[in-house]
């Protein structure tokens, strides 16, 4: 059987967050930080060591995914405030798109998840605010 990269499964498939971790691979087609967000709510491990690619990484995906011990990260645009926060953990990531921050849905502003987080560089802190924020 050939081995496909989350990156791979990305750009070949119609998904917004792959995640691929020895045999396992998680596809989503949910928005925002809601792939991440669920999957660590089902089951806090799945993303420790695990390849993932996301079409947009902000901030607070970010943290989620540091909380989640991800492997290595794969985005089509990623902020600023994700890159510090990326590389202050170590995490290795790669990207076509840089941008100041993540816009919200109606582009007039920042992401409100973006947002929840900016202040803060507590991870367990961040998780708690997201998971607080989507209820």
């Known amino acids: 059987m050939l081995e496909y990269s989350a990156k791979e499964i990305l ?11 020895g045999n396992q ?8 930080i809601m792939p991440i967000i669920g ?15 996301d079409v947009v990484i902000g901030k607070a995906a970010a943290m989620l995914l540091i909380y989640g011990k991800v492997g290595s990260i794969y985005t089509d645009l990623i902020s600023e405030h994700a890159i510090e926060v990326l590389k202050k953990h170590l995490i ?8 100041p921050y993540i816009m ?14 900016l202040d803060t560089e507590d991870i367990e802190d961040a998780y708690k605010r997201l998971l607080q924020k989507i209820s």
């Open 39 to 53: 999957k660590l709510r089902e089951d806090p491990s799945f993303f420790e060591g695990a390849n993932l690619a």
């Open 11 to 21: 750009i070949n498939g119609d998904y917004t967050c792959v995640s691929v971790k």
């Open 92 to 99: 290795s990531f790669e990207y076509k798109k840089k941008v």
């Open 25 to 32: 691979v998680y596809k989503s087609n949910l928005k925002g």
């Open 104 to 117: 919200n849905r109606s582009r007039d502003g920042m992401c409100p998840m973006e947002q929840t987080v």
